[in-house]
């Protein structure tokens, strides 16, 4: 069975600084996807970027940047210069190889950026 | 730029009550989901469907069932809510089941059963 674990429920950064929130997987499938979402106090869940298990290269989306360790099973997200509007609940997802396209969700981290 | 669309946004319910909640979206996915997000555990996985007048359970679909007439909605139903499917609801889809074809979410729907 697939599972997401994230273990930092909370976390806090300054303003401008770099701030990694941590992600593992388990699954046993070679072909797999990783997500990362936003949720900010709004409540609705934003797209931010994607891995799959097959890239050499960690993927990168302005700001953000994945560092992916497929022999460890971490797909850690990576947010370089925070801005207060950072602050939201982010999700870690997988989605494996059927064709039925379900994620499985991680608990989520809350992300507190300090001026 | 629509996307998914939820109604309502927001519900009370008493114990026993019915009802439906509605997910459009404008993007002609194929894929449509419902998830439902509880305090420390993230979002779960309630139904799914994988094209028009097909649905499938996922992770808890106890008390919950859902259909899909119309390519571009799926509705999903409580016929007697109970206090324990207070939760807040989203519609998510995807045009494929592919692994790098992300979800698109809905804003969500705030359901609160007395």
């Known amino acids: 069975a697939q599972k997401i674990t994230q273990t930092q429920p909370g976390m806090f950064v300054q303003e401008k600084e770099a701030v990694t929130l941590d992600c593992t997987y388990d699954?046993?499938?070679?072909?797999?996807?990783l997500f990362w979402y936003k949720q900010p106090s709004s409540g609705e869940m934003i797209f931010l970027i994607y891995?799959?298990?097959?890239?050499?290269q960690n993927a990168t989306e302005g700001r953000y940047s994945l560092n992916f360790q497929k022999a460890r099973k971490s797909a850690n997200l990576v947010i370089s210069a925070s801005q207060l509007g950072d602050s939201a609940m982010y999700f870690c997802?997988?989605?494996?190889?059927?064709?039925?396209?379900?994620?499985?969700f991680g608990q989520g981290t809350t992300l507190q950026v300090k001026p | 730029n629509a996307g998914v669309t939820q109604t309502p946004k927001f519900r009370v319910l008493k114990t026993g009550q019915s009802m439906t909640l509605l997910c459009a979206q404008d993007m002609n996915h194929e894929y449509m989901y419902w998830y439902r997000q509880d305090p420390g555990m993230g979002l779960r996985l309630i139904h799914y469907?994988?094209?028009?007048?097909?649905?499938a359970k996922g992770e808890v679909p106890d008390g919950y069932n859902v259909s899909r007439l119309k390519k571009q909605n799926f509705l999903l139903g409580l016929e007697s809510a109970a206090p324990s499917q207070t939760s807040v609801y989203f519609c998510?889809?995807?045009?494929?089941?592919?692994?790098?074809?992300?979800?698109?979410f809905g804003d969500g729907t705030r359901l609160s059963i007395l």
């Open positions: 469907s994988v094209g028009e007048g097909t649905t």
């Open positions: 997802a997988m989605r494996g190889p059927s064709n039925t396209g379900k994620l499985i």
């Open positions: 891995q799959g298990s097959y890239d050499e």
């Open positions: 699954t046993s499938d070679q072909s797999y996807g």
């Open positions: 998510a889809s995807s045009w494929q089941g592919r692994r790098n074809q992300p979800q698109h």
